[in-house]
């Protein structure tokens, strides 16, 4: 249910937004707190560690700044591409300004309409299992029972049809 899932998802949530702070190195004035680095050093050298490497807070924030518009890129992308029907950005222009650019709309719309079918049906995976296997399976059956009907209950009456004819043949001829 929902309310199940809630609890576990917020925790989630919580140690996504928080495991970034982790390799910020903090001045303190017994030190330095570096977490991640006292996590991730040898514990020979927990007793010697002089920590002299010290990160600005503008290099972080620049080194960081690829990775989290790769990841606004890919938010980005998914919202244009999935458009979600009850959303507070339904009269969101955006979308409609890249649209209107000219000829290639009607491209660009069957290829995204495409790539859109193909994820929204799982990759047509049903379908294929569907007409591979099930109708597979279903013509296999029918010829196994046909063979059934005809072959091997067909030996099976034969012989006691003929099984029938030679004892009444023998009991009449006197046998």
């Known amino acids: 249910s929902d309310n199940t899932m809630l609890f576990p998802l917020l925790v989630l949530v919580l140690f996504t937004?928080?495991?970034?702070?982790?390799?910020?190195?903090?001045?303190?004035?017994?030190?330095?707190?570096?977490?991640?680095?006292?996590?991730?050093?040898?514990?020979?050298?927990?007793?010697?560690?002089?920590?002299?490497?010290?990160?600005?807070?503008?290099?972080?924030?620049?080194?960081?700044?690829?990775?989290?518009?790769i990841a606004f890129f890919g938010i980005l992308l998914a919202s244009f591409?999935?458009?979600?029907?009850?959303?507070?950005?339904?009269?969101?222009?955006?979308?409609?300004?890249?649209?209107?650019?000219?000829?290639?709309?009607?491209?660009?719309?069957?290829?995204?309409?495409?790539?859109y079918d193909w994820s929204?049906?799982?990759?047509?995976?049903?379908?294929?299992?569907?007409?591979?296997?099930n109708r597979f399976i279903r013509v296999l059956s029918q010829l196994s029972n046909s063979f059934d009907r005809w072959v091997i209950d067909g030996i099976t009456n034969g012989v006691g049809v003929i099984s029938f004819f030679v004892g009444e043949g023998i009991k009449y001829i006197g046998g």
């Open 120 to 133: 929204d049906n799982r990759a047509y995976i049903d379908i294929f299992y569907t007409i591979s296997f």
């Open 81 to 115: 591409l999935y458009k979600p029907i009850y959303s507070s950005f339904t009269n969101f222009n955006l979308i409609n300004s890249f649209v209107k650019t000219g000829p290639k709309r009607n491209l660009w719309d069957k290829i995204l309409n495409v790539l």
């Open 17 to 69: 937004l928080l495991v970034g702070s982790l390799g910020i190195p903090f001045k303190h004035e017994g030190g330095n707190f570096d977490i991640l680095s006292k996590w991730l050093a040898p514990s020979i050298n927990l007793l010697h560690q002089k920590s002299t490497d010290s990160i600005d807070w503008y290099e972080f924030f620049k080194d960081a700044t690829f990775s989290v518009s």
